[in-house]
């Protein structure tokens, strides 16, 4: 972004604060105040960037019943949008989004499908998903720390146990904004 359209963006600074930015002699501080402000806020722009590659949650997954009700429930209390549907390892998924986080609605074929049955009967919280950029040296870190793989490996998505009973998935770091960029 050209400094001419940065967007201006107005602080209220404590005393304090301005005072470590004036020297002794008193002379203006403002343009040195400005300068580590800026210097900051492209820290912070870098720093974002960086992050895309570190872990974190990019979706929960509910186990439902009826895919029509907890589609309209979603959508009319918290304003969240369908962004995909579609079929995968015995049951039909709806994808909704906030706009940041994506939520997964699961309507099994069967209770007795295998992946059904990692949370119990009826509908439940199922799992939550985590992108993360180097899916075997997680796997690794999965297994070390007493977790156990439930599905592929080197399917899109990988479902493991933590060792206190919790259902998670690990997925590539892209997966969901893919698919909120393809529902335009």
Known sequence: MSESKESIVQVAVDDDV????RNEAGDDYRNRMRDALRAHMQAR?????ESTAAPRINHVALKIADLDVATRFYENVFGFRQVKTGRSRGHISRHLTDGYVDLALMLYDSEDDPEAKLVGPGPAIHHFG???ADRRAVLDRIRANGGEILSDP???TVKFRSPDGTIAEIADPDRYERMKGAAG
């Open 130 to 132: 985590v992108a993360v």
């Open 154 to 156: 080197d399917s899109g």
């Open 45 to 49: 722009r870098g720093r974002s960037e």
């Open 18 to 21: 301005v005072d470590w930015f």
